[in-house]
């Protein structure tokens, strides 16, 4: 029943702009007409908005768009993820936390069509609307010191990126260390937390948070986001749109991050990188910003940048901030 309802909703959806009979939906998909009222039953118990009307027949209102656990699921194909899904929520990251303080096993992935309490790296908060973006967090528990943490952030950058190039066919960038940029807008945000087993000195667990803004909020972004926040997609060009973003981050981030330590993503994490070349400024809590030139990035994601004085430093904390482009 599920080929069908998918099979049901990909009509629809390519024929958004008019209302499709029943006996033109059972013949173009070869199914009886009672198959076909079953499957627009079960997609309207998922949330789709589908008009019917006497001797017109069905119409998706507005190519809907509906984030839900049957939705994922259907694009997951990595062994070993699981999923819950919530329309809303906090925090992903902090509800997943909880989850792995009372020993919920790693592969557990949370996802919410809107966070109230979203948060990013430094304690600030993360916009997160409802109908317009992922808010996803996922279980790990790799064998590996709490210094290496960087690979998983980097491991999901290069996850969230290969899925939106996939998806929209244009290229993503990151900008050290954990976000994601498209025609110089930041698209996705990324927090990895993890805990400590003073034991061993490995880590305990990590949850990694991902928020990736799919398309512009009805409205546009906050003023104070405007200059930096875009979004991956300008209308919904594929059916079950953020539910292909999010089954794809999580299929991918599973596989480089789901073993005892993760995948070498650094050529990807590298290629892609949008502060090489670039005059950034230093940004450390407690700290005034500090002016620089950011040079390479080594193996363990260190960034290696000049600064004012022609001295070079490694920097592994904190987090940079672009300078605008010089022009000629």
Not at 50 to 60: F, K, Q, V
Not at 133 to 138: A, P
Not at 199 to 220: D, K
Request: with cysteine; net charge neutral; aromatic share 6%.
């Amino acid at each position: 029943m599920t080929m069908t309802k998918d099979r049901v909703l990909e009509m629809l959806w390519r024929s958004a702009d008019r209302s499709v009979s029943g006996e033109e939906l059972a013949a173009g998909l070869s199914l009886s007409r009672a198959a076909v009222w079953k499957a627009v039953e079960q997609l309207r118990a998922e949330g789709y908005l589908i008009e019917s009307a006497p001797r017109r027949g069905y119409r998706l209102l507005s190519k809907s768009d509906v984030l839900s656990a049957p939705g994922i699921e259907k694009y997951l194909d990595a062994p070993g993820l699981r999923l819950r899904y919530v329309p809303e929520i906090g925090s992903t990251n902090t509800a997943l936390k909880e989850l792995a303080n009372r020993g919920e096993a790693a592969g557990l992935a949370l996802a919410a069509g809107r966070q109230s309490a979203g948060r990013g790296r430094m304690g600030r908060s993360f916009y997160s609307p409802e109908d317009t973006g992922v808010y996803l967090s996922l279980l790990l528990r790799p064998r590996m010191p709490a210094a290496e943490a960087v690979r998983i952030t980097a491991c999901a950058a290069v996850a969230v990126a290969e899925t939106l190039e996939e998806l929209s066919g244009r290229p993503a960038q990151i900008k050290w260390v954990n976000d994601v940029f498209m025609a110089g807008k930041k698209v996705c945000g990324i927090l990895t937390e993890a805990s400590l087993d003073c034991e061993s000195g490995l880590l305990h667990h990590a949850v990694v948070g991902v928020g990736v803004n799919v398309l512009e909020p009805a409205g546009g972004f906050p003023a104070e986001l405007r200059d930096v926040a875009g979004a991956v997609f300008a209308e919904r060009t594929l059916p079950e749109l953020r539910c292909r973003v999010a089954a794809g981050i999580l299929n991918r981030l599973w596989r480089y991050c789901g073993g005892e330590e993760p995948a070498d993503c650094f050529a990807g994490y590298r290629d892609r990188s949008l502060v090489l070349g670039r005059e950034v400024e230093l940004l450390s809590p407690g700290r005034e910003p500090e002016r620089a030139r950011a040079l390479d990035l080594e193996p363990d994601y260190a960034l290696r940048v000049r600064l004012s004085d022609g001295s070079e430093r490694r920097v592994q904390t904190g987090e940079v901030r672009l300078r605008p482009l010089e022009r000629p």
